[in-house]
């Protein structure tokens, strides 16, 4: 056999056993993982959770009431405010 030859068979055994030692890092498990998702979230009730001393509930509130106090010029005209009349 050439020295060439046998340098290429040498190779390819040496690949193939290093594509053979490689092969049990790819098999799947027999039983899979749990994995989490949105299906799988728990999300605990707004008067149990705080966040640095303060209630879910009072943070949701503010969240919502300071973007809405942002709306108000839009749907109230307070400079041309004439007051209800009867």
Known sequence: MPLFR???VLTCLTLLLIIAAALPMFAQNAQPEPRGGEVN????ALGQATFLNINGRVLLTA????????????FFDT????GVSG
């Open 6 to 8: 046998r340098a290429h």
């Open 63 to 74: 969240g919502l009431l300071i973007p809405l106090s942002r709306l108000q010029p839009l």
């Open 79 to 82: 400079e041309n405010f004439q």
């Open 41 to 44: 979230l728990v999300v605990p």
